[in-house]
């Protein structure tokens, strides 16, 4: 039998109960559910194993979206169990009438696209054929379990269980000998449990983990009164958190390296207090990326689990050593190494003794035998991929799934895969579920794919789809974030698919939060579906997908501390904005620094400072102007990567502050920069510097007063210049460049936020007319000192930037143009995040020691 319909709906868990609702009844689409449960849940039907229950807060692990599933459901536990999460789930599906969308106990057996009808057909094992334009796959992550690696389970004469399809009846462990094989995340929870009940348990460990408390308490009928009356003010901070759940990231220091062991400690035990997520998300920053801080929260960890467990020999046997923290997804207990204080409980180490099989009396390891009543199998899942590809999935031109992700899963943004038109893998491989609250990351992912198909449907296009280059620029950036963290330093994590012998080791996840997940998406529609073809026509790739990936997560904490646009901000805020970028910038190198003023125009004197390097003069010397766009930054700043200038090119370097708009608009800042130029040249033979081997150099609004101050130079009869070096100039107020629409949003730096600095920096002169005001007003700009002009990628400045460097070679100027990719405004002060800031440097000196070489030294 053959049915029609819009959309097919595969998994009834929170994704599948969501899209019901989003599909049929908000966009008003047919709709035809398929799970092969005999009822609602997903996950949560089936992992029904004594203690299993969730680790994030129950208020936050459910649906948002309604006010009145928040307003009526009342959760008994801080953590809800699974016969509780279950119910909840049963509870919205009557609410939301889902289950009349739904065929349950039937499974599919595969999906083929056909691009003549565009058309997806659908085979399921009741022996009906379905066919839909769009797919909505909520198959789950954790759904498929591992393959039993051990030969022999069929001779075994007691019972069996696996943890992941665990029997709807209580399962009576009183008076038998029990074995567990596996110690993670599901074995944590379930082994205290059993212990209570067994005769005897012997755990059978591989590998240890770092399992944490996870701090449950019963609610008291006013809290939970409370939290369903307040759930608006309660969960608001949700989609502004890490993980989507408000875990005390605010409270987060800079660096456990930075503490001493004492503050580490309070810190730490303040997280472990806290229970669950707190220890890792609201201790240190920088606990995902820096190893050497890592291990300060492992040894803590250690610790903690050698004072809970009595024999000291199976404390360091549940000590994890081969893997830091976070690298696998944390699990958190109750009382679980307390369990192995019992008297009837045996840990046995299967690292050294490896099982060999399962035998007719229990489990043979290299050592001995262990006979036993009930073997529980907690071995974990074959997760992200495994799923999806059991549903047989073919698309254009008959291509298998499984073959498209040979070499590791491709999609963009975890959501959809070029060659599998108008399918969605909500929550799927690459997106940022692994670290995200799933019942919002699902509400997320079905909403994008409802747009996307409303989209579709009112443009009157057939299909959508992502482009070939947009999965390669996604698992670029999700590879290269992943990388950058201490996930890979694990031999096995799930992660990178280690934990499944034969798969790729590939990035399966993207581990750097929701906020910037999300930021990334919406990134995406603002831009039409940038990265998305509609009936083949694809729209480019936006400037938030092509991030360095550092830079990315340099935006990811931006987001997090809720730093504000650019555009919206005061002068005052901007100001302290620009400051705090010195947060990211690398330590600072020692070079011998001298305060020193110089005299400005206005009769003032401003502060500037001197930078030498430990070489012998006379040196080449470099005047750096700072950046701000002229309303902000200073000399303070800017002293790290003056001090790495110096260090590197072995010069003086002479950083000079200037008036700042809008208190002194144009022509101050220029007057004031090029005053300190022509000082400058006057004294620093005095310091040790060579007059004829002057450089002027800036950085965004301090780049274009360097170029106006070489100009000035050449007009006024000012110093003879070797060299300017622009990095990325904002040089054109009226500048009407692809870049300026292109980065319109960003990131970091807006052409909304570009335009106001210009404002409140050329006050009455608002078009710019002045060459002094933009270069490139000039005249000529012909006999200019040779230029190296750095622009971003990712910035809406970028054109200008490049057009001033084109007009500098077309009048016969020595010029270089360097475009560096991925990087965005900015980033030249990223030097302690991002490591291409090296580029700049590299740049900056290859051009500067070819300039200078040709120079006479006096």
């Not at 739904?102 to 659908?122: C, G, H, I, K, P």
């Not at 000590?319 to 944390?330: E, F, I």
């Not at 100009?711 to 622009?726: F, I, M, S, T």
């Not at 007003?777 to 012909?782: C, F, N, T, V, Y």
């Amino acid at each position: 039998m053959k049915t029609d319909t819009d959309v097919i709906i595969v998994g009834a868990g929170f994704t599948g109960l969501y899209a019901v609702h989003k599909f049929r009844d908000e966009l008003g689409l047919r709709v035809q559910g398929f799970d092969g449960s005999s009822d609602v849940g997903g996950t949560w039907f089936w992992n029904r194993y004594p203690g299993a229950r969730c680790d994030f807060p129950s208020v936050h692990y459910s649906f948002s979206f309604s006010p009145e599933l928040n307003r009526e459901w009342q959760w008994s536990e801080k953590y809800a169990s699974q016969p509780e999460i279950l119910r909840y789930l049963q509870w919205s599906a009557d609410k939301l009438d889902t289950r009349r969308s739904f065929r349950f106990n039937t499974r599919v057996l595969s999906m083929v696209w056909d691009d003549d009808d565009a058309l997806w057909t659908v085979t399921t094992d009741d022996g009906q054929v379905t066919t839909a334009r769009f797919i909505v796959a909520g198959v789950g992550n954790v759904t498929i379990p591992k393959e039993n690696e051990f030969p022999g389970e069929e001779t075994f004469q007691g019972e069996v269980y696996r943890t992941c399809r665990w029997p709807h009846q209580p399962v009576d462990f009183t008076g038998k000998r029990v074995g567990v094989i596996g110690t993670g995340s599901t074995a944590i929870q379930l082994i205290p449990e059993v212990a209570k009940e067994a005769a005897h348990l012997t755990v059978f460990q591989r590998t240890p983990i770092y399992a944490t408390p996870l701090r449950n308490k019963p609610l008291t009928a006013e809290e939970s009164r409370q939290q369903s009356e307040n759930w608006e003010e309660t969960r608001a901070p949700e989609r502004k958190s890490f993980a989507g759940v408000p875990l005390g990231e605010e409270r987060a220091r800079p660096s456990a390296l930075a503490d001493s062991p004492e503050q580490r400690k309070e810190v730490y035990d303040r997280g472990t207090a806290n229970g669950g997520f707190h220890l890792l998300m609201e201790t240190y920053q920088d606990l995902m990326y820096n190893m050497d801080s890592n291990e300060t929260i492992c040894d803590y960890i250690r610790d903690h689990i050698r004072s809970r467990v009595d024999d000291p020999e199976t404390a360091e046997l549940l000590c994890p050593k081969d893997h830091p923290y976070g690298s696998k997804r944390a699990p958190f207990e109750t009382d679980y190494y307390e369990t192995y204080n019992r008297d009837n409980v045996t840990l046995v180490d299967v690292k050294s003794a490896a099982i060999e099989a399962i035998t007719e009396n229990g489990v043979r390891t290299a050592a001995e035998e262990y006979e036993l009543d009930v073997i529980i199998i907690a071995t974990g899942f074959d997760p992200w991929t495994a799923a999806l590809e059991k549903l047989n999935i073919r698309g254009r031109d008959g291509l298998k799934l499984e073959d498209h992700w040979k070499y590791g899963p491709k999609t963009y943004l975890g959501l959809m895969m070029n060659g599998f038109p108008n399918f969605f893998a909500i929550t799927g491989p690459q997106s940022a579920t692994a670290l995200y609250n799933i019942p919002l990351a699902s509400e997320d992912h079905v909403d994008y794919s409802g747009d996307a198909v409303k989209r579709v449907l009112d443009t009157g296009a057939r299909t959508i789809e992502p482009t070939s280059e947009s999965e390669v620029v996604w698992n670029t950036l999700v590879e290269g974030v992943l990388n950058s963290t201490i996930i890979p330093k694990s031999p096995n994590t799930w992660y990178i698919g280690a934990n499944i012998p034969g798969k790729p080791r590939a990035a399966y996840i993207f581990p750097s939060g929701a906020p910037l997940y999300r930021a990334i998406c919406q990134d995406v529609w603002d831009s039409g579906y940038g990265g998305f073809a509609f009936d083949g026509e694809a729209k480019p790739l936006p400037p938030m997908v092509r991030v360095d990936p550092a830079i990315a997560i340099v935006l990811g904490a931006m987001i997090m501390q809720g730093v504000k646009p650019m555009e919206e901000c005061t002068v005052e805020e901007i100001r302290g904005l620009v400051g705090g970028l010195t947060a990211l910038q690398a330590p600072r190198r020692d070079v011998t620094v001298e305060e020193v003023t110089y005299p400005s125009p206005s009769g003032r004197a401003l502060p500037a400072r001197i930078y030498k390097p430990e070489a012998d003069g006379p040196l080449p010397v470099v005047v750096f102007f700072h950046p701000g766009g002229w309303v902000s930054g200073d000399i303070e700043g800017s002293d790290e990567p003056c001090r790495m200038l110096a260090d590197e090119l072995q010069a003086i370097v002479v950083s000079a502050d200037y008036r700042l708009a809008p208190e002194e608009p144009f022509p101050a800042a220029t007057d004031d920069t090029y005053a300190a130029l022509c000082w400058t040249a006057e004294v620093i033979a005095e310091h040790g510097g060579d007059p004829d081997r002057l450089v002027v150099m800036g950085e965004s609004a301090g780049a274009l007063l360097a170029a106006v101050a070489a100009l000035r130079a050449r007009d006024e009869g000012g110093p003879r210049l070797a060299a300017q070096v622009l990095v990325y100039p904002a040089i054109d107020p009226q500048a009407d460049t692809a870049s300026r629409i292109e980065c319109a949003r960003g990131p970091f730096l807006s052409a909304a936020a570009t335009d106001m600095m210009w404002a409140a920096y050329l006050g009455d002169e608002v078009t710019g007319s002045s060459p002094l005001a933009s270069p490139v007003r000039a005249e000529s700009l012909a006999g200019l000192a040779p230029a190296l002009v750095i622009s971003n990628e990712l910035d809406p400045t970028r054109d200008e930037g490049e057009d001033y460097g084109r007009a500098l070679a077309d009048a016969g100027v020595d010029v270089e143009v360097r475009r560096i990719a991925g990087m965005i405004h900015g980033a030249f002060n990223f030097s302690g995040f991002v490591p291409r800031t090296r580029e700049y440097h590299e740049a900056i000196t290859v051009f500067l020691d070819k300039r200078l070489a040709s120079v006479t030294v006096s």
